[in-house]
């Protein structure tokens, strides 16, 4: 399955409806051979706008272009017996906005789902062992899963990074991803600067919330691995893009043992520079061929 963690159009927000069509067509040409495959896509701040001009209306372009997608840009589907919910994180930036709080209740009403879920678990569990556990009351507002027994969690900000997030790979440091994004030649203006992550309370609520057992994020425009205090692992995903300033980039990821553990592989395309030097060579290989063969 192709996931696209949002950005299409770098500035698909300020597209008129006819263009953006334009810009769903080149999607799929760019799709080309893997059309066929089902693929989910994540808004991002560049699809849809920032806080001031966000509504259903912006959002709902984007869930009316692709598959999966609820009015507010959110969804959830099923690979197998991974659970993958993806949210629209732009809305989270905002304060009183009716998007946000369509987003909000996108999440609580996964969070019933799993928990619900996961209690029908627990009660076979219960029957079949034959053993006899207390009942506690049942409160909506709390969450009795485990941490990390949650779906994967798909957005298109990084969650919030506190000094406590240990790093896999990539730039560790708040600051170090600072000064990298700051020799960085952002693809035009947009809403956001690409050091913006979600807030510390909306980052709070998914992990109470969803328990997330695997996270995937974007924007930075830079790849990472890092792992939460809880031992949620988040993986920032690179653009795919020359005109981010670095070479196009993307992740491959397997799941197996039901989903639990997870082989992620960051891969690299070539750059705009080695790529200018194969074609340049094959340009003189081709003109010595042809030297050649008038000269036989």
């Known amino acids: 399955m192709l ?6 159009s770098s500035q698909g927000s300020e597209l008129s409806k006819r263009k953006w069509s334009y810009v769903v067509q080149e999607f799929h040409s760019l799709l080309g051979p893997f059309l066929d495959l089902p693929y989910h896509v994540v808004p991002g701040d560049r699809d849809i706008g920032e806080c001031s001009r966000l509504n259903e209306l912006s959002a709902n372009k984007i869930s009316r272009s692709f598959p999966g997608l609820d009015p507010s840009g959110c969804g959830a589907f099923d690979i197998g017996n991974v659970n993958f919910v993806s949210l629209n994180s732009v809305a989270l930036l905002c304060g009183n906005n009716d998007l946000r709080f369509s987003v909000e209740r996108a999440l609580e009403r996964e969070r019933i789902e799993l928990q619900t879920e996961n209690e029908q678990v627990t009660d076979v569990m219960k029957e079949s062992s034959g053993i006899k556990i207390p009942k506690y009351e049942f409160n909506w507002i709390e969450n009795t899963m485990l941490s990390g027994s949650g779906p994967v969690l798909l957005l298109h900000f990084p969650l919030h990074q506190t000094t406590k997030d ?10 170090d991803r600072a000064e990298l994004l700051k020799k960085r030649q952002p693809v035009g203006d947009g809403p956001y600067k690409l050091s913006q992550t979600l807030p510390l309370n909306a980052t709070e609520y998914i992990f109470h919330a969803l328990r997330p057992r695997m996270i995937f994020s974007a924007h930075t425009q830079t790849f990472s ?10 993986i920032v995903v690179p653009a795919m893009s020359w005109d981010a300033g670095n070479n196009p980039a993307f992740v491959s990821v397997t799941f197996r043992h039901n989903g639990t553990t997870a082989i992620v592989s960051h891969c690299r395309l070539a750059g705009k520079l080695h790529v200018l030097l194969l074609y340049t060579s094959l340009f003189f290989v081709f003109i010595l061929t042809v030297q050649t ?3 036989s």
């Open 166 to 175: 240990v790093q896999v790979e990539g730039y560790g440091s708040m600051q």
């Open 3 to 8: 996931i696209v963690l949002g950005d299409l």
């Open 293 to 295: 063969s008038l000269r």
């Open 225 to 234: 691995d890092r792992v939460h205090p809880d031992g949620t692992r988040e």
